[in-house]
């Protein structure tokens, strides 16, 4: 009876549905014990599913049966691929306007109530809703994972990474949208301007009423939640007081400064994920002028070669091949390793990458060349003499329910601190990140989720007390480091080459930042307030570095080798910038230098990596890319 109970499940949430989207619901259940038991069992086939869950390495699903046959899905105003981060916002606000007609395209489908559990962070992994991207062989990072690959975690679907991601609400300093606006010879991007932008957006509640909020900064009518995990670890809360005594401020790292120790804040709601779908696009399926279509796969961006105009997409769709014309603009959102390979695929890129495949070149621009992401070690765990309680899976279902306890931590991440490095030392420009995972930290998915080796694994976190020990995760937020996205082929549905080449800038500044929160964590584990919970770092020393001694300078930087690699934050492979020969792909209003009609609005056009989480900064694009759109057109 069971698996008769998974099939319909399965079949349920994968169904095709072009303007709404089918979802098992069981909250309205008249029983809170069937819905218990109903979510355990969820819970408990996820993480057996993640266990055995092979990745697809190319895109051959969406493949039509005829490739040669094409047919028409009609003409919209805009049209919208992607509904990520950005792509909802996008939907949503142009589609405000009902004299817009709105088309959105994303290959996946709207989230379940599997992604509605934060805490399924690892297991959501190995399910359709990430892509299963991994890098090329590495030289310089991810040494310790299987062939030297970092795996790349992307989200597919409605909402895209905010899917699948930790959730972390962070929108960096003040100091990253003023040397961005001045970077892109826009005022429009400095941090006065677009903070109205974050507020617009945000539905900030203060639950956690110990938690340092600046009010003035944070919106309360916005679409997309921001709340506070409950409740906090006693792990969480002497962190926050031995940064306090290192002379740090415990404070809301979304004031401005975007420095400050803090109880993480997140895009969950009542302990629930809060994605990008629910946020921006579920509540308004039933406007006439917005038609989603999930299990969409674009292919090529149709430009008219004689006015250098994108007039619409190709795409696949239940194994046919569809056409659909765009009267205003293409709008592409779909992400920062795949906007890049659809310019490609459609002849804008580098000139000399694409003669090589074959593809006819329409604009010569650097798409893909300049990959940006935040390098982050996860080679630190320590041990305390706090024991996290263990209760069975039907007690926490019961609190997640109620909106709190450990099943409503995306991946147990609860807090987050920014602080300067020797680089930035004396400006207040944060470029030092350190999350804290509390008790229960590891778990049996971890090995799979970070691709590591049986060695690593064993060396790092095999056999440890999960119930007291936590991890720091140390993060560099300013790499120098340049990464790329190129063409495996000419054929749409081959996956791209990523190359994400941490840690190979020739001035090792990014490890040396690194190594530099490395020192940072052991100082907060060898304060009072650690201590007084008997904190140490875990002897999980690396058989891959054991020729150097254990925590000497040169022992940590073998190790940030051997387990850095990305936190779900790649962009900057569109960057915005007013100048095409110098590597800009997009000018100050997200439009693709020497294409019409076509824009990119996602991470992508980052111009560089910022002292915070890329979600929010990319939900503020989406905003202002629309209000950009809508005063062009209305």
């Given at each position: 009876?069971?698996?008769?109970?998974?099939?319909?499940?399965?079949?349920?949430?994968?169904?095709?549905?072009?303007?709404?989207?089918?979802?098992?619901?069981?909250?309205?259940?008249?029983?809170?014990?069937?819905?218990?038991?109903?979510?355990?069992?969820l819970i408990e086939s996820a993480q057996k599913n993640g266990l055995t869950y092979q990745f697809q390495k190319n895109a051959d699903r969406y493949r039509p049966r005829d490739e040669n046959e094409t047919e028409d899905f009609g003409t919209f105003d805009f049209i919208i691929v992607g509904g990520?981060?950005?792509?909802?916002?996008?939907?949503?606000?142009?589609?405000?306007?009902?004299?817009?007609?709105?088309?959105?395209?994303?290959?996946?489908?709207?989230?379940?109530?599997?992604?509605?559990?934060?805490?399924?962070?690892?297991?959501?992994?190995?399910?359709?809703?990430?892509?299963?991207?991994?890098?090329?062989?590495?030289?310089?990072?991810?040494?310790?994972?299987?062939?030297?690959?970092?795996?790349?975690?992307?989200?597919?679907g409605i909402g895209g990474s905010t899917l699948i991601n930790g959730e972390v609400y962070a929108r960096g300093s003040s100091m990253d949208f003023d040397r961005w606006a001045k970077h892109v010879n826009d005022y429009r991007w400095s941090y006065e301007r677009v903070l109205p932008y974050f507020k617009k957006s945000e539905a900030f509640h203060h639950r956690d009423k110990d938690a340092p909020v600046f009010e003035p900064a944070h919106g309360k009518e916005g679409l997309l939640n921001v709340e506070y995990h409950l409740p906090k670890s006693p792990q969480l809360v002497s962190w926050l007081k031995a940064n306090e005594e290192l002379g740090f401020k415990v404070a809301d790292y979304n004031a401005g400064t975007g420095l400050g120790a803090s109880t993480a804040q997140l895009n969950?709601?009542?302990?629930?994920?809060?994605?990008?779908?629910?946020?921006?696009?579920?509540?308004?399926?039933?406007?006439?002028?917005?038609?989603?279509?999930?299990?969409?796969?674009?292919?090529?961006?149709?430009?008219?070669?004689?006015?250098?105009?994108?007039?619409?997409?190709?795409?696949?769709?239940?194994?046919?091949?569809?056409?659909?014309?765009?009267?205003?603009?293409?709008?592409?959102?779909?992400?920062?390793?795949?906007?890049?390979?659809?310019?490609?695929?459609?002849?804008?890129?580098?000139?000399?990458?694409?003669?090589?495949?074959?593809?006819?070149?329409?604009?010569?621009?650097?798409?893909?060349?300049?990959?940006?992401?935040?390098?982050?070690?996860y080679g630190m765990t320590f041990s305390s003499n706090y024991t996290e309680p263990i209760r069975s899976k039907e007690e926490y279902?019961?609190?997640?329910?109620?909106?709190?306890?450990?099943?409503?931590?995306?991946?147990?991440?609860?807090?987050?601190?920014?602080?300067?490095?020797?680089?930035?030392?004396?400006?207040?420009?944060?470029?030092?990140?350190?999350?804290?995972?509390?008790?229960?930290?590891?778990?049996?998915?971890?090995?799979?989720?970070?691709?590591?080796?049986?060695?690593?694994?064993?060396?790092?976190?095999?056999?440890?007390?999960?119930?007291?020990?936590?991890?720091?995760?140390?993060?560099?937020?300013?790499?120098?480091?340049?990464?790329?996205?190129?063409?495996?082929?000419?054929?749409?549905?081959?996956?791209?080459?990523?190359?994400?080449?941490?840690?190979?800038?020739?001035?090792?500044?990014?490890?040396?930042?690194?190594?530099?929160?490395?020192?940072?964590?052991?100082?907060?584990?060898?304060?009072?307030?650690?201590?007084?919970?008997?904190?140490?770092?875990?002897?999980?020393?690396?058989?891959?570095?054991?020729?150097?001694?254990?925590l000497s300078r040169a022992y940590w930087y073998c190790a940030i080798r051997q387990v850095t690699m990305n936190l779900y934050h790649p962009v900057s492979t569109c960057p915005m910038g007013p100048n095409p020969e110098k590597g800009d792909v997009v000018d100050s209003e997200c439009r693709v230098h020497g294409v019409n009609k076509l824009r990119v609005a996602d991470a992508s056009i980052f111009p560089f990596t910022l002292a915070g989480h890329p979600n929010a900064p990319t939900v503020l694009i989406g905003e202002i890319v629309s209000d950009l759109i809508k005063n062009k057109h209305q």
């Open positions: 009876m069971f698996k008769l109970i998974v099939l319909w499940i399965s079949v349920t949430l994968t169904r095709k549905c072009v303007t709404g989207y089918h979802r098992l619901d069981i909250r309205g259940t008249d029983h809170q014990s069937s819905e218990v038991e109903y979510l355990t069992t990520g981060s950005a792509g909802t916002v996008v939907a949503s606000r142009l589609s405000e306007i009902e004299k817009f007609s709105v088309l959105l395209l994303d290959a996946g489908n709207f989230g379940n109530n599997l992604t509605d559990i934060p805490n399924m962070y690892f297991p959501v992994d190995f399910t359709e809703y990430n892509w299963g991207f991994f890098s090329t062989p590495q030289k310089t990072c991810c040494l310790g994972m299987v062939d030297r690959k970092c795996i790349l975690p992307r989200g597919r969950t709601k009542n302990g629930r994920r809060f994605d990008g779908g629910k946020a921006f696009v579920r509540p308004f399926l039933n406007r006439t002028n917005l038609r989603v279509v999930t299990y969409a796969y674009v292919t090529k961006i149709l430009i008219d070669h004689h006015s250098n105009s994108a007039e619409g997409v190709i795409f696949s769709h239940g194994k046919k091949k569809f056409s659909v014309r765009a009267r205003k603009e293409v709008i592409i959102s779909a992400g920062a390793f795949q906007s890049p390979q659809l310019l490609m695929l459609s002849g804008i890129g580098p000139k000399k990458h694409l003669n090589s495949l074959n593809i006819p070149v329409i604009k010569d621009l650097e798409v893909g060349s300049f990959l940006k992401d935040h390098p982050t070690f279902v019961e609190e997640f329910l109620k909106g709190y306890g450990p099943l409503a931590a995306p991946g147990n991440n609860q807090g987050v601190a920014f602080y300067e490095s020797q680089y930035t030392k004396g400006t207040g420009y944060p470029d030092i990140e350190i999350m804290l995972i509390p008790a229960n930290a590891t778990a049996d998915l971890s090995q799979r989720a970070f691709s590591l080796t049986d060695q690593t694994y064993g060396d790092l976190w095999k056999n440890i007390n999960r119930s007291n020990s936590y991890v720091m995760y140390i993060v560099g937020l300013h790499a120098e480091s340049t990464g790329s996205v190129r063409l495996n082929s000419s054929d749409p549905y081959d996956y791209p080459i990523i190359d994400s080449n941490f840690l190979s800038d020739s001035l090792d500044k990014d490890i040396n930042t690194i190594y530099e929160g490395v020192q940072l964590a052991l100082k907060l584990s060898e304060t009072k307030a650690l201590q007084r919970i008997g904190s140490k770092l875990e002897d999980r020393s690396l058989r891959a570095c054991k020729r150097y001694r254990y």
